[in-house]
């Protein structure tokens, strides 16, 4: 692709050949484009110099930057990198959800994948566990990747015929304009409460980036989806119907799919869903309320792209849940029953508090809670989160998660603040063995923080950890 055809431009004198763009000076080669981006410890203009020997041709980054390449001047080098790599890899899906919330982006998007598939459609998922598509698996480094990144996925994925995505859409990619190029045909919001505060100055900025999404990379004709259940739901339907985009809304208060009734079944639970003349009576296969919810935003996804709600409501029995979403991963046998084991990715005050009250019903005896909170990530929310698990289990242990780069104890001790009396085990293998040897039939033990995670962040080295794999191995030998 010659830069001109890159840039949508004309040029004067030479019209170099592009090979390739990326905002990491090392990885530069001849014919590249170099994002020189203002990140949080470094000013990308700083290795201009080392993109230029190794062989870039144009440097995207602000007006008035000194290069000898040729400059192409934006107010917002990160967009300007984004709308040149959906150029440069032109390739996408034809019909994209992307979803944005604090909870539950995970989980929809493997439901819309799974709910499209069963419509015999080519249909794929990309966010916190990766991309995937049939005959396609890749692996993110972050749950919305840099602009080059996402486009090189999804140009791949068209390529291989995936027609229907559903895409996690984090408030970091929108805020970094990470998702701008994409073009969405759908929308949904989940809920948002705190979270990512460490990064977001004020609850209002994480807020705002959200809403990018719906106001700024939805076009005018796309649909939203909105679980009115969620927290701060009011506030999005406000600012949607402020604008020409179509709104469905779903949950207990839903216009459109409305969850009249659901019941905490040993399997599942049973749902009673009421969409225009019909009402449909569900066994849903998952365990939790906020997986009925999530199910009803996958589902009125899935309708706007072009089904009617017969087609699509029936199928939400056969949903299967995402790897570390209130994930039953084991059971420990005992002299007169079993004590359910689960995994969750519940990281979030609030996402405790949902995990834990999802899974009491499913309990004839006590809950118990192992959790930690992550290094080098908002501290404010860790004494939160420790209350939020003593409110609602019935005995807590405080074990390390990804300390980072902070002292785990001192990070344990934060999270202890909220929750007077629980057990303080700073490995988490030793952990999680200390509550199965408290488990008695009929009850449950929720391991959360971690989910799908298979490695353990300490210092500057992640190591091999898997909650779902250790609890499996400890259920095997007890």
Request: proline residues 5%.
């Amino acid at each position: 692709m010659k830069l001109s055809v890159l840039l949508g431009k004309d040029i004067k004198g030479k019209d170099p050949d592009i090979t390739g763009i990326t905002s990491d000076s090392r990885q530069v080669k001849p014919g590249f484009v170099f994002a020189a981006l203002q990140g949080s410890l470094d000013d990308g203009s700083k290795f201009i110099p080392q993109a230029e020997e190794a062989g870039a041709v144009a440097v995207v980054a602000k007006p008035g930057t000194s290069t000898e390449a040729m400059l192409v001047a934006a107010d917002e080098p990160r967009q300007k990198l984004a709308q040149l790599a959906a150029r440069f890899h032109p390739g996408q899906p034809q019909m994209i959800a992307g979803i944005t919330g604090t909870n539950g982006k995970t989980s929809i998007a493997r439901f819309c994948q799974q709910l499209w598939t069963m419509l015999e459609l080519p249909a794929g998922s990309l966010g916190t566990l990766g991309a995937f598509s049939a005959g396609y698996e890749y692996t993110l480094r972050h749950t919305t990747p840099d602009p080059v990144e996402i486009h090189q996925v999804l140009s791949t994925m068209a390529k291989l015929g995936t027609t229907h995505l559903a895409m996690e859409v984090s408030s970091h990619g929108l805020k970094q304009y990470r998702a701008d190029g994409v073009r969405f045909a759908l929308a949904a919001f989940t809920n948002i409460t705190r979270d990512h505060l460490d990064y977001h100055p004020t609850f209002d900025d994480y807020f705002s980036a959200k809403m990018r999404l719906f106001t700024d990379l939805l076009p005018s004709e796309g649909v939203v989806v909105v679980n009115v259940d969620g927290a701060e739901s009011d506030k999005v339907v406000e600012t949607i119907k402020k604008t020409s985009r179509r709104l469905i809304t779903v949950g207990r208060a839903g216009n459109d799919l409305r969850l009249i009734e659901t019941r905490s079944l040993p399997d599942g639970q049973k749902l009673i869903v009421h969409c225009g003349h019909e009402t449909y009576d569900l066994h849903l296969p998952l365990v939790g309320y906020f997986q009925a919810e999530n199910a009803l935003v996958a589902a009125g996804l899935v309708m706007a792209s072009g089904y009617e709600p017969g087609q699509v409501i029936p199928l939400l029995e056969n949903l299967k849940g995402a790897p570390g979403r209130l994930e039953h991963v084991t059971d420990r046998v005992l002299p007169g029953g079993l004590a359910g084991i689960y995994v969750d990715y519940a990281h979030t005050p609030d996402a405790i508090e949902t995990a834990l009250k999802a899974i009491r019903p499913h309990a004839r005896g006590f809950v118990i809670i192992i959790l930690g909170a992550g290094g080098d990530r908002d501290k404010v929310k860790r004494p939160q989160m420790g209350r939020a698990a003593s409110k609602l289990a019935d005995q807590v242990i405080v074990t390390d998660d990804n300390p980072r780069s902070e002292d785990p104890a001192q990070i344990r001790q934060e999270v202890l603040r909220g929750c007077k009396g629980a057990i303080e085990i700073g490995d988490r293998k030793e952990a999680i063995k200390a509550g199965f040897d408290m488990l008695a039939p009929g009850d449950v033990l929720l391991i959360a923080g971690k989910g799908h995670e298979t490695g353990q962040t300490i210092g500057t080295m992640t190591i091999p950890f898997n909650d779902a794999k250790i609890a499996r191995e400890i259920a095997g030998a007890s």
